[in-house]
């Protein structure tokens, strides 16, 4: 059975000060709520406060982005090892605005995928189509290269140590959410991808997120279809209230 994961990437949100006074909010508003997992995806000067404050709760912390060297001159980047000491359990590989806006390839993120696993870190892989390819009828012909290419000699023992999200361009940040079915319809071809590449056991262990304008009034149907494991939630997750609804889309009478 997978655990459904509801994620919270705040992309370049939320400073140090602002992150103090969410996760004051947020920790009572989710501490008796059960079934669901919880991760915060916080610029990276957030956190290690991030991680101080979540301590001891069930609040999981990530990173936005890392890279695939242990250490070197490299300036700006950060390294596995480096997440790992905050501790980071997860980081987020290959979002679409690092593909358009810093030159994120399939091959990076690959090399990425390959160095944070060495370090017990669970990559949450961003895959997703443009408006464009969508109305073209390309969006399979796009992500499930994206897929192919980012498990590129990745060896997975249980297919629990990796996390997909499914994020079509067009939905994100324009309030234009894919229907349940359209992001069904996809992340179960996603599965169906990686059974064909490992097998059945490890397709039907990897969680596969929606991500694209999740908002509380939109979490309840999406998380009814049967492929789709958890959301990556980019603006509704900076404001504790709101991000809270989405986390207890269950108190909505979903199952
Ligand atoms: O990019 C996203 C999450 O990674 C989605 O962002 P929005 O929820 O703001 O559309």
Redesign the pocket.
Known sequence: MRHPLIAG?WKMYNNVSETMRFFDDFIKLVENLEGVEIAIFPPFTSLWEAAKKTAGTKIKIGAQNVHWEEKGAFTGEISPNMLKEIPCEYVIIG?SERRQHFAESDETVNKKVRAVLKHGIKPVICVGENLKQREENLTLKVVLPQVRKALADVELLSGEEIVFAY?PIW???TGKVATPEDAQEVIKSIRKEIETLYNKNIAENIRILY????KPDNIKALMQERDIDGV?????SVDPQSFYKICAYKEQGVE
């Open positions: 990437n979002h994020e939905a994100i940040g991500g694209g304008s999740v990556l939630v980019g603006g509704a």
